[in-house]
């Protein structure tokens, strides 16, 4: 059975860090441009950052850029998402996806988004 799973949320105050985790099962993560996608109640789903196969391309929203790193690690069959000087308005389930089809770049993969995690919220309050 393919699964995402991600884990490392929690509630952190203003300013601090936070390393999100997005293992994959079932499947190897090696080939497939990811992405990490972020839903705050009663907002649209953002793209976050995207990550290529090979770990060359990367992109961030604009709203994360110099603050959050994308990172993975093949071997581990994991891909990582380094959140730091983190705000409130940072306060949302994190996803991450897959493409498991291969058609997108790291830009369009943080608009279309893919094979699905379950989640992992992060809060950022004082």
């Known amino acids: 059975q393919l699964q995402l799973v991600e884990s490392g949320g929690g509630l952190v105050q203003p300013g601090g860090s936070l390393r999100l985790s997005c293992v994959a099962s079932g499947f190897t993560l090696d080939y497939y441009t990811i992405g990490w996608f972020r839903q705050a109640p009663g907002k649209e789903r953002e793209g976050v950052s995207c990550?290529?196969?090979?770990?060359?391309?990367?992109h961030y929203a604009d709203s994360v850029k110099g603050r959050f790193t994308i990172s993975r690690d093949n071997a581990k069959n994991t891909v990582y998402l380094q959140m730091n000087s983190l705000k409130p308005e940072d306060t949302a389930v994190y996803y991450c996806?897959?493409?498991?089809?291969?058609?997108?770049?790291?830009?369009?993969?943080?608009?279309?988004?893919?094979?699905w995690g379950q989640g992992t919220q992060v809060t950022v309050s004082s």
């Open positions: 996806a897959a493409d498991l089809q291969r058609l997108f770049t790291v830009q369009a993969m943080c608009v279309k988004g893919g094979y």
């Open positions: 990550i290529s196969s090979s770990g060359e391309r990367t």
